[in-house]
């Protein structure tokens, strides 16, 4: 039997934080037995937010370096960058003809960023966000795409601009579908919902179990519970939360402690790095042999690009085709 086709990517910042890693990258690693793979470094995309393009290459890098340290196998999914095939470029400009201005006005997660950000001039290009977003995902005919809550209204928008160039055209491509993250996003240090690294509030993946110990240190916890023996609420504990991802086994315990006084939080916060600490220690082993063999991820990559580039150019054969541009 063929195998679904998953397509997803990720906007390369830089070094990945485990929120990445709860909310995504463990998900990816689980779907690659059973699904053929396609996992995008979204270096297009970044500029709809910063045009500052000093680090983007040694960003995408390291992002790279993350994921396959994380356990995505690079002889079950093909990596690539958006930007080194360029299709992407074209397909987006096909699909732009395909959504109204309005429509991408509407779009609640650009809303979103444009008040978190303080935007108040929004681009042409991140207005088309989602057009260059259906465009990755088309191209390669992908039918699932595993991505967080927030990205729920840009599936939505591909699956649009699919129908409508299929209505117009006939059937070139599958209405993709988008798969939930199970568990819910990480809250950052500062007890903020997102960990993110904007917000400077985030444990990365590389980070050594002295700086997890450090970070975690500095953490907000129940304002109620000052001094251990005073009962605290687990329920509003971001350390708590941690506890639930990381130390899945002690987390009653923590719990009733908590509730009763017994535990402090200076210990709590010390089981709570150790856990973390011991839940990437294989990462962190990847992690420097990657580090110390950069020729290699850059084989890997190369290799996605190559293969990438294959399957979107047949694609692109088809689209002419259908619409009398040979
Ligand atoms: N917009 C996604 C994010 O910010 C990244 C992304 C770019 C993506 N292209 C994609 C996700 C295609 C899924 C499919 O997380």
Same mark, same amino acid.
């Given at each position: 039997?063929?195998?679904?086709?998953?397509?997803?990517?990720?906007?390369?910042?830089?070094?990945?934080?485990?929120?990445?890693?709860?909310?995504?990258?463990?998900?990816?690693?689980?779907?690659?037995?059973?699904?053929?793979?396609?996992?995008?470094?979204? %270096?297009?995309?970044?500029?709809?937010? %910063? #045009? *500052?393009?000093?680090?983007?290459? %040694?960003?995408?890098?390291?992002?790279?370096?993350?994921?396959?340290?994380?356990?995505?196998?690079?002889?079950?999914?093909?990596?690539?960058? !958006?930007?080194?095939?360029?299709?992407?470029?074209?397909?987006?400009?096909?699909?732009?003809?395909?959504?109204?201005?309005?429509?991408?006005?509407?779009?609640?997660?650009?809303?979103? !960023?444009?008040?978190?950000?303080?935007?108040?001039?929004?681009?042409?290009?991140? #207005?088309?966000?989602?057009?260059? !977003?259906?465009?990755?995902?088309? #191209?390669?005919?992908?039918?699932?795409?595993?991505?967080?809550?927030?990205?729920?209204?840009?599936?939505?928008?591909?699956?649009?601009?699919?129908?409508?160039?299929?209505?117009?055209?006939?059937?070139?491509?599958?209405?993709?579908?988008?798969?939930?993250?199970?568990?819910?996003?990480?809250?950052?240090?500062?007890?903020?919902?997102?960990?993110?690294?904007?917000?400077?509030?985030?444990?990365?993946?590389?980070?050594?179990?002295?700086?997890?110990?450090?970070?975690?240190?500095?953490?907000?916890?129940?304002?109620?519970?000052?001094?251990?023996?005073?009962?605290?609420?687990?329920?509003?504990?971001? +350390?708590?939360?941690?506890?639930?991802?990381?130390?899945?086994?002690?987390?009653?315990?923590?719990?009733? *402690?908590?509730?009763?006084?017994?535990?402090?939080?200076?210990?709590?916060?010390?089981?709570?790095?150790?856990?973390?600490?011991?839940?990437?220690?294989?990462?962190?082993?990847?992690?420097?042999?990657?580090?110390? *063999?950069?020729?290699?991820?850059?084989? +890997?990559?190369?290799?996605?690009?190559?293969?990438?580039?294959?399957?979107?150019?047949?694609?692109?054969?088809?689209?002419?085709?259908?619409?009398?541009?040979?």
């Amino acid at each position: 039997m063929n195998k679904k086709r998953i397509l997803s990517g990720m906007r390369p910042t830089g070094k990945l934080h485990i929120g990445h890693y709860v909310g995504a990258l463990e998900n990816w690693i689980s779907l690659q037995e059973n699904y053929e793979c396609f996992f995008l470094i979204a %270096d297009y995309h970044v500029l709809t937010t %910063d #045009l *500052n393009t000093k680090d983007i290459y %040694d960003n995408s890098i390291q992002m790279l370096i993350d994921w396959l340290s994380s356990g995505l196998d690079p002889k079950k999914v093909l990596v690539f960058r !958006q930007s080194q095939i360029k299709q992407h470029a074209e397909l987006f400009l096909i699909f732009s003809m395909f959504i109204t201005s309005s429509r991408l006005e509407r779009n609640p997660t650009l809303k979103e !960023q444009v008040r978190d950000l303080n935007i108040d001039n929004v681009i042409y290009g991140h #207005l088309g966000y989602p057009v260059l !977003q259906a465009a990755d995902i088309l #191209l390669y005919k992908g039918e699932i795409v595993p991505v967080g809550e927030d990205q729920i209204p840009h599936i939505e928008i591909s699956r649009e601009i699919a129908r409508r160039f299929n209505s117009q055209y006939g059937i070139v491509f599958p209405e993709p579908e988008p798969m939930l993250t199970k568990f819910a996003r990480l809250p950052g240090l500062d007890g903020n919902a997102k960990m993110s690294k904007s917000l400077n509030n985030s444990i990365l993946l590389s980070d050594t179990p002295d700086e997890i110990k450090a970070k975690v240190k500095k953490a907000v916890t129940d304002p109620n519970k000052i001094r251990k023996g005073d009962p605290g609420n687990p329920d509003i504990c971001l +350390i708590y939360s941690y506890h639930k991802k990381f130390n899945e086994s002690e987390t009653d315990e923590i719990y009733q *402690n908590c509730k009763s006084g017994v535990l402090g939080c200076v210990d709590c916060k010390m089981k709570c790095s150790l856990k973390i600490s011991e839940y990437f220690s294989d990462f962190r082993e990847k992690r420097s042999f990657y580090e110390n *063999n950069q020729q290699e991820v850059l084989e +890997i990559l190369l290799h996605g690009e190559q293969e990438a580039r294959k399957v979107a150019e047949k694609t692109m054969d088809e689209v002419h085709k259908k619409m009398n541009l040979g």
